[in-house]
C-alpha cells in the first residue's frame, strides 16, 4: 500500500553544475503531474513524465528540477558592421557639438546588437547529468510513500478489526431480538386477550414483524463487504478507490441495520461502527 503523500529533495555537484531535484506530492482523485524544468530544458519534461508515470498511480505530483551552472559554454560573436555604424553615428553627433574627446569604447560595445552571446543548449548532455539526480530522489519519494502508505494500512487494519466486532456483535444479537420481538408480542396478547391468546396469532404477529426488522440479509452483505476489505488492503498495491468504493456499501449496510433496530445496544454499536467506516473512509483518501 501506498500514500498520495511523499517528499524528497536530492542536490548533487557535477563537474560543471549544480543538480537539484525536488519531488512531493498530496492527496488526488487522479494523477495530476507537473515537471518544472528551466525553459532552456522544456524538450526534455516528456522524458522525466515519464519516468515518474511508471512509479506513481495517483496523487497531485510537483517536481522541480534545477540546474545552476557553474562554468558557462558561452560563445561571444561581434558584429562589427554594427559596431563600425555606431561609432560614426556618435563620431557625427560628437563632431556637431563640438566633442573633441576619444569616443570611448565601452559605449561602442554596450550598444544593442554589437556583442551577441548564444549557448548552445545540448539537451542529451543536460539530460544525462540530471539523470543521475533524477532517479535518486525519485527513488526517496517513492519509499517515503511506501513508508506512510504501511503506517496507513496498519491503522485501516485496526478500525476494520473494529468493524469485524461490530459485525460480530449485530450477528450475536439477531436470535436476541427475535426472541425479544416474540416475547413483547406474546406478552401484548395475553394483556389483551388472557386465556384466549391463539399462539398461531402470536407466531404470525412474531413473523410479521420479523419480516419488518430482521437484519439477517444486511449482516450477510457486511461480513461480505468486510471481507473485500480486507482483500483490498492487504492484497492490492493501489487499493484507494475500491475502498472508497467499498465503504459506501458497508456504510448503507449500517445505516439499514441502525434504521431497523429496535434496542439501545443494537443502536450504541451502529455508532461504533460508523465512527470507524467513516475513519476508514478519510484514511482511504490518502492511499494511492
Request: aromatic share 8%.
Amino acid at each position: 500500500m501506498t500514500s498520495m503523500t511523499g517528499y524528497s529533495y536530492i542536490e548533487q555537484n557535477t563537474e560543471n553544475a549544480v543538480v537539484s531535484v525536488e519531488i512531493k506530492s498530496v492527496n488526488s482523485r487522479f494523477l495530476d503531474l507537473t515537471v518544472n524544468l528551466p525553459p532552456f530544458l522544456n524538450p526534455l519534461e516528456s522524458f522525466f513524465r515519464d519516468l515518474v508515470t511508471k512509479k506513481v498511480v495517483r496523487g497531485k505530483v510537483d517536481v522541480f528540477i534545477r540546474v545552476k551552472e557553474t562554468e558557462s559554454d558561452v560563445e561571444i560573436t561581434a558584429d562589427t558592421k554594427a559596431a563600425k555604424a555606431y561609432y560614426d553615428a556618435i563620431k557625427k553627433i560628437s563632431d556637431s557639438i563640438g566633442y573633441s574627446q576619444e569616443i570611448p569604447i565601452g559605449l561602442i560595445v554596450s550598444q544593442p546588437g554589437v556583442l551577441n552571446s548564444s549557448k548552445n543548449y545540448d539537451a542529451e548532455k543536460y539530460k544525462e547529468m540530471i539523470l543521475p539526480v533524477f532517479n535518486s530522489s525519485l527513488d526517496v519519494f517513492v519509499k517515503d510513500r511506501l513508508r506512510e502508505g504501511e503506517n496507513l494500512k496498519k491503522d485501516l487494519l485496526e478500525k476494520l478489526v473494529k468493524l469485524e466486532e461490530c459485525a460480530s456483535f449485530f450477528k450475536e444479537w439477531q436470535p436476541k431480538m427475535e426472541a425479544m420481538f416474540k416475547e413483547q408480542i406474546t406478552k401484548k396478547c395475553n394483556e389483551l386477550l388472557g386465556d384466549n391468546a391463539d399462539e398461531n396469532r402470536i407466531m404470525t404477529e412474531t413473523a410479521a414483524m420479523l419480516v419488518k426488522y430482521t437484519i439477517n440479509e444486511e449482516i450477510v452483505r457486511l461480513s461480505s463487504h468486510l471481507e473485500a476489505m480486507k482483500n483490498e488492503i492487504n492484497d492490492n498495491p493501489v487499493p484507494g478507490k475500491k475502498l472508497d468504493f467499498i465503504c459506501q456499501e458497508i456504510n448503507r449496510e449500517i445505516n439499514t441495520i441502525g434504521s431497523k433496530n429496535q434496542f439501545t445496544e443494537v443502536g450504541a454499536m451502529v455508532i461504533t461502527a460508523k465512527d470507524a467506516i467513516e475513519n476508514i473512509r478519510e484514511q482511504s483518501k490518502n492511499v494511492e
